[in-house]
T-cell receptor, first 117, second 114 residues
């Protein structure tokens, strides 16, 4: 069984300030890791993913995340946020399975990023 | 290319009625997922299909819920009878098996059961 913990339900940040959204996971097997973003009244959009290799992953909209196996964490960061980054952010994991085969995602509860002018 | 298409976008129904949600995955994708999003429980996987075959339905909450995928381009999620606690946003997602689970989500169906 897997679980994902997003430690902060809300993170208020001033525009142009840096931000870090925290994500920890628990799994008995190796996992793939994802961050998705959900804008109001929309579906989820993939920000970035960690499959293997370099532990620092870069995604869209200037976001990046770092995989830390020893701490079972996958925190999301952005050096300077914009008002348009206001959204709900979800961390998710899935089993590596076999050969990248499809498997369902286990999501965290989400972090609402609030950008203050 | 069109993304994942879901219909209807909004559904309001009365308790006891049958509800059918529809999903058209991205062409060429052979895995399809149904998720439910509520304030209390967040995003939960209900069921997923690989090559039209249900693989894991352990997330389906009760026998009132059923899902089908009669072909590669269409899936339905049915609730019969519906109850107020089924009110949620239901998302469909699709992916290519072997693409390391990069799932593409539809816009969701907001279901309200009165």
């Amino acid at each position: 069984a897997q679980s994902v913990t997003q430690l902060d339900s809300q993170v208020p940040v001033f525009e142009e300030a840096p931000v870090e959204l925290r994500c920890n996971y628990s799994s008995s097997v190796s996992v793939y890791l994802f961050w998705y973003v959900q804008y109001p009244n929309q579906g989820l959009q993939l920000l970035l993913k960690y499959l293997s290799g370099s532990t620092l992953v870069k995604g869209i909209n200037g976001f990046e995340a770092e995989f830390n196996k020893s701490q079972t964490s996958f925190h999301l960061r952005k050096p300077s946020v914009h008002i348009s980054d206001t959204a709900e952010y979800f961390c998710a994991v899935s089993d590596r399975g076999s050969g990248g085969g499809a498997d369902g995602l286990t999501f965290g509860k989400g972090t609402h990023l609030i950008i203050q002018p | 290319d069109a993304g994942v298409i879901q219909s209807p976008r909004h559904e309001v129904t009365e308790m006891g009625q049958e509800v059918t949600l529809r999903c058209k995955p991205i062409s060429g994708h052979n895995s399809l997922f149904w998720y439910r999003q509520t304030m209390m429980r967040g995003l939960e996987l209900l069921i997923y299909f690989n090559n039209n075959v249900p693989i894991d339905d352990s997330g389906m909450p009760e026998d009132r819920f059923s899902a089908k995928m009669p072909n590669a381009s269409f899936s339905t999620l049915k609730i019969q009878p519906s109850e107020p606690r089924d009110s949620a946003v239901y998302f469909c997602a699709s992916s290519i098996a072997g693409s390391y689970n990069e799932q593409f989500f539809g816009p969701g169906t907001r279901l309200t059961v009165l």
